[in-house]
C-alpha cells in the first residue's frame, strides 16, 4: 500500500477518535489519525468520565484519575446545600489534557499512526475511495470518519445546515485547595465566600434552579476544582449570567489570594445533542461522538456515548472492508438501538424534571431509590429508559 494510503483516516484525536483507531489498529486495519493540535493540548470540558464509561476502554486510565467520586453537594439556587453519597464510585474526575493525551499514546503504541497538528480540510469522494485534504497533505482512503467534534471538517460537510440542539457550557478553573490549615494534599477542603465547608475529596457539587433548563457543576481535580454551567445555548447569556452570580458567592469576590473570579479566564463550548433524523454516515464517511451529535441530553455528558459510537463503528467498518459495502446502514441501525434511543428519553427527562424543577428537586434529594437510580445510571446499572418507564407508571 503505498504511504499516503490507508484503509480507515479518522480526523480528530479525542477520545472518539483514539478509541476508534486503537480498536482498528488492533485488528491490523491501516490506520491515520490527523489532529489539527498537538498534545497534550487544553480542552473545555469538566472532565467528568462515568463509571460505566470505564468499561468500554480496553485499557487502564487509573494513571490520569485525579478523583473517584462517590457523593454529590446539591443546593438550589445557591442554598440548602446537602451532601449524599453513594455506596461505589460513580464517576472519575480527570484532565482531559492528559487523558486525551494518554488514550492517544495508548491508539500510536498499538500500531495506529497520528499526525498532530494536522488540520483536515476537505474530503472528495471518488470511485473506490476517498481524496482527504489535509493542510499538509494529500491522502488517499477506503474510508473517512469524523471524530472531529462540532467544529470539525467532516461533521459540518455531514450536518450541512441542519439545526441541531446545543447545550452551552461555560468553564473555568480555580484553585482546589483554600484551607491553609489543610495539609493532607489527597484532600480537597474547601471554604467557599460565604463560610460553607466542602469536601471535594470524593464528591462533586451541582446547583439547580438558578437557570432554566441548566445547572452548575464543581468537580474536582488533584489542585483544581473545574467549575462551570450548561444549559439549551438559547439560554447562553442567562447562564453566563448565572455562572457569576454561582461564582461569585462560591469562590468569592475576592478570595485569599486576591484572585477575583471576573478576571480569570471562561470558556465556552457547545455540546450537540441529536435532533430527529440526524445523518450519522454517507457512502465510505461515518461520524462518531459529539461529531454525530451524541451527547447526552440530561447531563450534557458526550464521552460515554463518544466511546460506544466508536465501539460501534470499529464493528462496521471491519464489516464494511471485508464485504466492501461502504453503506454503513448498520452503523445508522445500531446507533439508533443504542444510543439514541436513551438521547430521545434524557432529552424528554429534561423537559419533565425541569418542567417540575421544584418538586424533582426535592424527590431527588430526599428519597434514597430516586437517587440510588441516578447513580445507578451513571454506573451503568439502569437506563434512561427504565426510569422514564417509572416515571410513565406514576403518570407525569
Ligand atoms: C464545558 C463542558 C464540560 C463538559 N464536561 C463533560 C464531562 O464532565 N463529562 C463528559 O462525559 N462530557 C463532558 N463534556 C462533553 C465532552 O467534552 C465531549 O462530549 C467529548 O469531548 C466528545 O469527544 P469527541 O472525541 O467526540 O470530540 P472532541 O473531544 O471534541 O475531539 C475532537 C478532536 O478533533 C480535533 N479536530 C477538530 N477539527 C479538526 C480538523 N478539521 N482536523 C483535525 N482535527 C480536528 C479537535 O482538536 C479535537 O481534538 C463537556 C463539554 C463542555 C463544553
Not at 169 to 186: L, P, Q
Not at 222 to 230: A, Q
Not at 305 to 324: E, F, V
Request: hydrophobic share 35%; charged share 20%.
Amino acid at each position: 500500500m503505498n504511504k499516503n494510503t490507508y484503509d480507515v483516516i479518522i480526523s480528530g484525536c479525542g477520545p472518539s477518535g483514539s478509541l476508534l483507531g486503537y480498536l482498528l489498529a488492533q485488528n491490523s486495519i491501516k490506520t491515520l489519525i490527523v489532529e489539527k493540535e498537538c498534545f497534550p493540548r487544553h480542552k473545555t470540558c469538566a472532565g467528568g468520565i462515568q463509571h460505566r464509561a470505564l468499561g468500554l476502554l480496553p485499557y487502564d486510565i487509573s494513571p490520569v484519575i485525579e478523583r473517584t467520586i462517590s457523593g454529590i453537594y446539591f443546593s438550589f439556587k445557591n442554598k440548602n446545600i446537602l451532601l449524599k453519597k453513594y455506596s461505589s464510585p460513580v464517576m472519575y474526575t480527570v484532565k482531559r489534557s492528559a487523558f486525551d493525551n494518554l488514550c492517544a499514546q495508548k491508539a500510536a503504541g498499538i500500531g495506529c499512526e497520528i499526525k498532530f497538528g494536522e488540520k483536515m480540510l476537505k474530503f472528495e469522494l471518488a470511485k473506490n475511495h476517498i481524496n482527504v485534504f489535509t493542510d499538509l497533505n494529500e491522502y488517499k482512503s477506503r474510508i473517512l470518519v469524523g471524530a472531529d467534534g462540532i467544529r470539525g471538517a467532516v461533521h459540518r460537510h455531514m450536518i450541512k445546515n441542519r439545526k441541531i440542539n446545543r447545550i452551552i457550557g461555560y468553564e473555568v478553573e480555580i484553585n482546589a485547595n483554600n484551607n491553609s490549615e489543610n495539609k493532607n494534599k489527597t484532600a480537597n477542603i474547601y471554604s467557599d465566600g460565604a463560610g460553607n465547608i466542602f469536601d471535594f475529596t470524593d464528591n462533586i457539587r451541582l446547583d439547580f434552579g438558578g437557570i432554566k433548563r441548566g445547572y452548575c457543576w464543581v468537580f474536582p481535580k488533584n489542585e483544581i476544582l473545574s467549575c462551570g454551567i450548561g444549559s439549551p445555548s438559547s439560554n447562553a447569556k442567562k447562564a453566563r449570567q448565572y455562572l457569576s452570580v454561582f461564582l461569585e458567592k462560591f469562590y468569592g469576590q475576592r478570595n485569599h489570594s486576591g484572585r477575583n473570579f471576573k478576571n480569570m479566564q471562561i470558556s465556552a463550548h457547545g455540546i450537540p445533542v441529536s435532533a430527529k433524523n440526524m445523518p450519522l454516515c454517507s457512502e465510505r464517511v461515518l461520524n462518531t461522538g459529539d461529531a454525530a451529535c451524541l451527547a447526552d441530553g440530561f447531563t450534557g455528558e458526550g464521552i460515554y456515548n463518544c466511546l460506544k459510537s466508536s465501539l460501534i463503528a470499529s464493528g462496521s467498518i471491519i464489516k464494511a472492508l471485508n464485504y466492501s459495502d461502504f453503506s454503513f446502514s448498520d452503523y445508522s441501525e445500531k446507533v439508533n438501538n443504542e444510543i439514541l434511543g436513551e438521547i430521545k428519553s434524557s432529552i424528554l427527562l429534561t423537559k419533565i424534571f425541569y418542567g417540575s424543577i421544584n418538586i424533582f428537586y426535592k424527590i431527588i434529594t430526599e428519597s434514597d431509590s430516586v437517587f440510588s437510580s441516578c447513580c445507578k445510571i451513571l454506573r451503568g446499572e439502569k437506563s434512561y429508559g427504565n426510569v422514564m418507564q417509572r416515571l410513565k407508571l406514576l403518570k407525569f
